[in-house]
């Protein structure tokens, strides 16, 4: 079982930029990473998403060039740092851990952007 904890949500201006933070309980060095959103009335997206050793990431449309994602393996973090926030951004962040047909979900942390 893996324990996932996002953090680093918060209220930003448009244009603003923010850096969430995906810590597990247990080392994720085998587990596919990725960040998913779910807006009011809408359906959990994937945002981003990073492989098992860094080498291939992948990036909704709507986000690329804008957001990054990257992971510590050491730490067994995996983080997604926002930049050119817009509002259409505004959801709750979640992190997820793949492997084996496993799938693992975070509680969620909120990112609000203002106009």
């Known amino acids: 079982q893996v324990q996932l904890v996002e953090s680093g949500g918060g209220l930003v201006q448009a244009g603003g930029s923010l850096r969430l933070s995906c810590t597990a309980s247990t080392r994720t060095n085998f587990y596919a990473m990725g960040w998913f959103r779910q807006a009011p009335g809408k359906e959990r997206e994937v945002v981003a998403a990073i492989s098992v050793g860094s080498a291939s990431t992948y990036y909704e449309d709507s986000v690329k060039g804008r957001f990054t994602i990257s992971r510590d393996n050491a730490k067994n973090t995996v983080y997604l740092q926002m930049n050119s926030l817009k509002p259409e951004d505004t959801a709750v962040y979640y992190c997820?851990?793949?492997?084996?047909?496993?799938?693992?979900w975070g509680k969620g942390t909120l990112v609000t952007v203002s106009s």
């Open positions: 997820n851990a793949f492997s084996n047909g496993m799938d693992y």
